[in-house]
C-alpha cells in the first residue's frame, strides 16, 4: 500500500520563500512520475507540477513557471517543491501525488490512494 506524506508547509509574507517535502513508500518511487496540486480556499483543486520519473520531463503551471522548481531524489523517495517569490494567491493546500498527468491540461486524475494528505501554505500581504 502507497502510502504519501506531504511536509514543509507554513506561513510565509509575501516575496518569502517554502520548500515542501514529499515522501512516498510502499511502492518502487523511482519508477513513478511524481506531481505536486494545489487546492485554494472555495476553487477546485489544481495541477503545479510534475516531474517524470527519470526526472527529464518537468512541466508547471503557467501560474507558477519560473517561481517554483519541482525535484526529485530517488536515493530517499522523496520529492520536493521549492517555492520562491510567493505571492497570496499561492495560498493553499497543497498535495503531492504519484503518477499524476505530465501536462496541465490532462483530464487524468490519478487515485485516491496516490495522493497525500496535504500541507497548508499561507501567504500574507
Known amino acids: 500500500q502507497v502510502q504519501v506524506a506531504e511536509s514543509g508547509g507554513g506561513l510565509v509574507q509575501a516575496g518569502g520563500s517554502l520548500r515542501l517535502s514529499c515522501e512516498v513508500s510502499g511502492r518502487t518511487f523511482n519508477r513513478y512520475d511524481m506531481g505536486w496540486y494545489r487546492q485554494a480556499p472555495g476553487k477546485k483543486r489544481e495541477f503545479v507540477a510534475a516531474m517524470s520519473w527519470s526526472g527529464s520531463i518537468i512541466n508547471y503551471h503557467g501560474n507558477v513557471k519560473g517561481r517554483f522548481t519541482i525535484s526529485r531524489d530517488n536515493a530517499k523517495n522523496t520529492v520536493y517543491l521549492q517555492m520562491n517569490n510567493l505571492k497570496p494567491e499561492d495560498t493553499a493546500i497543497y498535495f503531492c501525488?504519484?503518477?499524476?498527468?505530465?501536462?496541465?491540461?490532462?483530464?487524468?486524475?490519478?487515485?485516491?490512494?496516490?495522493w497525500g494528505q496535504g500541507t497548508t501554505d499561507t501567504v500574507s500581504t
Open positions: 501525488v504519484e503518477d499524476p498527468p505530465r501536462t496541465p491540461d490532462s483530464t487524468y486524475i490519478p487515485s485516491a490512494d496516490l
